[in-house]
């Protein structure tokens, strides 16, 4: 059985967010566009964005966002954050 192919590229919109740490000791998030093509998995960045807000790290229920990565042992870990109330 053979394939058809779409002579148009399958582009596919990616949004990754991630967290950076200011000298400060908050957190800013960051969006992060990229496209893959599906056909062969090659990926183009796009534009970065530094969203505005500041975080801090929770350990509490309550938290506005949270990341969640593998850690050097291979365990899935979970960064909490909550968004720092800048009017006080």
Known sequence: MKQIRSLVPDIHKEKIFSFIRDDDGF???IEK?????RENN???QGD???LDG???ITLEDDFD????YQG?????????????DQKK
């Open 65 to 68: 966002d949270e990341m969640k």
């Open 42 to 44: 090659e990926i183009k």
């Open 72 to 84: 050097i042992d291979g365990k899935d870990l979970t960064m909490r954050f909550k968004i720092v």
């Open 33 to 37: 566009t990229v496209y893959r093509n």
């Open 54 to 56: 500041l975080y801090r």
């Open 27 to 29: 957190f800013r998030k």
């Open 48 to 50: 970065e964005v530094t």
